[in-house]
């Protein structure tokens, strides 16, 4: 069975030792954020993480979600139990408002917490993170009376959220559309249509479920101007606002997928369902985009997630294991072999893991700042720039995390060899699970396409003009410190090409526009690469002094010194190949008849 | 449900056009093998692949192999009728020995088909391909009784075979091997002990199964130098030679694996089993080898072979799905949308698949001809180069073409966003299977530590220095060639890194063997881009060719040419960064404290 472990004092380090979490003590909720504070909220979701829902992910995953002849779906055993304890527990309000029943607590630390429930059951974390995706959408969209009805209920856990947009002709281009809305005489709308891949759609942990449904009303203009946004209730409240009637909706069957056979993926049918409009009408798509970034930082998060839970099985594994002899002659001579981990390759591929992990641990995080700046800050100037670092980073995050996160699934069942391949370990469910994330939320295709056609231009460049002005002066302190300048040189070459990669997508994107599609992957990892060793800079800095300051913590800060110097030998090399693929333009791409693939 | 059309065509040209097939006419089984016959082979082998064996892929994966109360196992439905029409077509035995049954045809056209059939069911192609290995074996060390008795059944695919290497507590180092064989007073062997991940270890496709089993025989040397490889069939064969008395065998359970669930992998009891020696005593890890290099290159297929059928249906699903518009404009109007073909990130994915297979594909075959010249050729000289070449592209093969060829199952998954991930579609089976291969027949990271420890520096190098060579002139022949010359580029600077590599290897290895460890995952693939890139020039030399011969033909080979500038554009530039990781040596890879990870 995978073992797992939260890692609470890497998220405390990367808050108080590199972000600078206390200099945000002015923004609500943060001041009652204390170090002690958010130490005991991680460590009591971390043990809540590690006994009850690690547990249920290989069961949940052989079990899977059934789907009952009356259309109700049973989730596997035990998830019930838990999820009541995660909602008693009140963490899927964490930061939503007071008002409503939350604790009004940094988002910042529920991105934290996200990451521990995801690395210990990445199925189950999916029901309360639509929930959550819900209220997002619900605080910016809908009105003060739907807010009233739903909001408390849905910060409490006892309701749960979906998202309903892909339908089987569309899945990216939601212009296509067909689900329809007819104006009923109250006011209300009746919704009719089918969705599929509705993550949560229909299962047992709730007494209700509120379904965000886009749709077309009658009479709109076609394509995405004529989609707007409804909240369609699995009961309908009565006027107490309780679970009332059934409405006319339903499980239509359940996917079966390669993995998260935990969460509950459903085909939904609308069969003249009431809905009630959330936000204006046609205008369905921005409301959705609005749960719609949330989302995918969280499912940036998710890459992160199975690559920790998947790193920490096979670090384990690989002092365990007992196999061959070190290259250097034996190292445990008493033993009929060594432990795997003498090996350099099994040490690189761990390596590849753990630096990705700090690294993209403090990307989410930094981002999460970003996302509680821009909700909670007064100053207008850094609520923009905050918005700027977050549209910049969000699609990178989605896109890089993910895909790096699933490689590092399958390098983590690397290491076990055979013994990865079968169930036993659950090395290959971290595998099957993390995949999907690549997929949902924007196929990292679409981030990347979002990063290069909408982040890059927006206002002439200000959010990536600013960034870059960030990497430069962090190298710069780099190098202005003699034990850590040997540090800056990859960074800053890497830098260099993402500058140049900028200039080429200047240059040649916008005669071309088949040009920045063919760069589009490639300048997304380039970033990502940049971004990450911009992390390690600033992490490795915050190690030498924490190490000067705490000499009891020289074997932790150096592990990270190590881990930093790995990053730049082995990862930023990558950045001269992403620049010269992408500088290569589309011609070639484009040169193939369609028939001739 | 997925698709499959068989290469017929790519494999011709290959044979015909770029590998020089017919020259090879004066070795024995050549002169038969015509362009006609070979036409003839390829087609009727795609047929049987295409309309028999693809068909029964999703229902294989869904239900399984399903080990009985009584230890027998039952295959999933259809693939006993399938078993039976491929071994009565003679495809078992296409290659093998005329004597013994076989048609004594290239092992270079049972490479070809295998990889037809691995595409259309790779759980199936394992119940011949594990026999091909067994005859593999026997031809090299059993004795003329021994041939003489086994070699006809497993020919005719009467019999099976399997490889039974793999302990609980031993995979990579079999020198930790505990099954043991004690002598019995007829000169057999009472074979006692537990075997895993016995791919094909029992099975209802058969009437016997021939296991070869490394066990260490009482009173034998500690370690690798006290293994010896005993015959273990499931039933004794009687004085007719016929399956007999059962033996002291069985099927303990089988692995719940991530795919290839059509095929039964085992865990195997010896309970005093009868065994009989094949070889000498305490070289059966010798004899194992055989079998193993063989088993490498059909692995190395495997991942040709699931890259090929993803690509297709990638492919197909790519020229079909209607969704969004092209960025330079609609390029179907009349439609709702443009297929999504059209978009240069599908398109790169769906190229770099492409580019891959073509040169992959040319890579198996030119390697598979290599062996044909080591075990048929009387030219001592030839068979030395042969062997050289031989040695030297097995590990590279066997572990870039399944990494990269794993990748390539999951980019064509992600051409397919959602649809990829539910199983309706076939394409999150093709990431399952395909995963195997990365990890059987010597894990890619054993791969890696064979070619630079051991194929590197054998006979001073001079492998790696006669294939510097020959890609060298590749690349002078292509620069004298106006309308080619600049494809040669990207060869070129990769052979320089490549041969920089191999220059840091002999300069740093030596003296501190963990950096031959740290640098070997990319060396290997270093060594397969440039390898690849080689092919690519070759291919389009052969191109250029073909469409002067035969206007015909224009649009074929135009895509070559295509593909072939693609392959430098966007694949060699990787070579620089592999370069500058390994160099980086393996100190901050071995600087981690193994309780620090």
Redesign the interface.
């Known amino acids: 069975m995978p073992i797992y472990q939260a890692p609470v004092r890497n998220v405390q380090f990367l808050l108080q030792e590199v972000l600078g979490f206390q200099a945000y003590a002015q923004l609500p909720g943060f001041a009652e954020a204390t170090p002690d504070l958010i130490e005991a909220i991680l460590t009591e979701c971390g043990r809540i993480c590690e006994e009850v829902l690690q547990p249920l992910n290989v069961s949940g995953d052989r079990e899977g979600c059934k789907r009952q002849s009356d259309g109700s779906v049973t989730t596997p055993k035990g998830f019930k139990q838990a999820y009541d304890a995660y909602a008693e527990g009140g963490w899927i309000g964490l930061a939503a408002p007071v008002e409503y029943g939350g604790q009004g607590l940094p988002y910042t630390l529920a991105a934290a917490i996200n990451e521990f429930v995801t690395s210990a059951n990445m199925s189950f974390s999916l029901y309360p993170g639509l929930t959550r995706g819900a209220q997002a959408a619900l605080m910016v969209h809908a009105n003060e009376a739907q807010k009233a009805l739903y909001m408390p209920k849905l910060v409490s856990g006892e309701w749960s959220g979906t998202m309903n947009l892909?339908e089987p002709?569309?899945?990216?281009?939601l212009g296509?559309i067909k689900t329809r809305a007819a104006r009923n005489a109250d006011g209300s709308f009746a919704i009719t249509g089918q969705k599929?891949?509705i993550s949560a759609g229909e299962h047992d942990l709730t007494s209700n479920i509120i379904h965000l449904v886009l749709a077309r009303i009658e009479g709109a203009p076609a394509g995405t101007k004529g989609i707007s946004l409804f909240i369609v209730p699995k009961f309908l409240p009565d006027a107490q606002g309780n679970a009332g009637v059934r409405n006319a909706l339903s499980c239509g069957s359940i996917?079966?997928?390669?993995?998260i056979h935990g969460n509950s993926t459903c085909v939904m049918n609308y069969d003249g369902a009431t809905g009630f409009l959330m936000g204006e009408e046609n205008r369905g798509l921005n409301a959705m985009f609005v749960m719609m970034n949330e989302a995918r930082l969280g499912v940036a998060v998710q890459g992160l997630s199975m690559s920790e839970v998947a790193y920490q099985n096979a670090?384990a594994y690989?002092?365990d294991r007992?196999?061959?002899r070190a290259?250097?002659g034996a190292k445990e001579a008493g033993k009929?072999?060594d432990?795997i981990?003498?090996?350099?390759?099994?040490?690189?591929?761990?390596?590849e893991m753990?630096a990705f992990n700090e690294a993209a641990r403090g990307l989410i995080l930094e981002a999460a700042l970003q996302a509680d700046v821009v909700a909670r800050a007064n100053d207008e100037k850094a609520r923009e720039e905050a918005e700027d670092m977050l549209g910049l980073l969000t699609p990178v995050l989605k896109g890089v995390l993910t895909d790096v996160g699933?490689d590092n699934t399958?390098k983590a069942?690397?290491v076990f060899?055979?013994h990865?391949?079968?169930?036993?370990w659950g090395m290959?469910q971290f595998?099957?699970d993390a995949?999907?994330a690549?997929?949902?939320e924007g196929?990292?295709?679409i981030q990347?396409?979002d990063l290069v056609?909408r982040k890059l231009p927006k206002d002439n460049g200000r959010a990536v003009m600013a960034y870059f002005k960030k990497v430069g002066e962090a190298v710069q302190h780099t190098e202005s410190n003699a034990d850590l300048a040997s540090l800056a040189k990859g960074v800053k070459s890497g830098l260099d090409h993402l500058q140049k990669a900028t200039m080429w997508l200047m240059q040649n994107a916008l005669a071309?526009?088949?040009?920045?599609?063919?760069a589009?992957?490639d300048y997304m990892h380039l970033f990502g690469l940049v971004a990450m060793g911009h992390m390690w800079l600033v992490m490795a800095q915050a190690a030498l002094r924490c190490k000067a300051q705490d000499p009891s913590t020289a074997?932790e800060m150096d592990?990270k010194l190590?881990?930093a110097?790995?990053y730049m030998?082995?990862m930023m090399?990558?950045t001269?190949?992403r620049l010269?693929?992408l500088s290569?333009g589309?011609d070639?791409?484009?040169?193939?008849?369609?028939?001739?693939?």
């Open positions: 892909t002709h569309c899945g990216t281009d296509l599929i891949f996917e079966h997928k390669m993995g670090a690989a002092r007992l196999q061959g290259l250097s009929p072999a432990p981990i003498v090996h350099p390759d099994v040490r690189r591929m761990l390596l753990r699933f399958v069942q690397q060899g055979g990865g391949y079968v169930g036993e290959e595998v099957r995949r999907i690549m997929i949902y196929a990292n295709g990347a396409l056609g071309k526009p088949d040009n920045a599609g063919a589009s992957n074997a592990a190590i881990l110097r790995f030998e082995r090399p990558e001269g190949a010269a693929r290569a589309a070639a791409i484009m040169a193939l008849p369609a028939d001739a693939f």
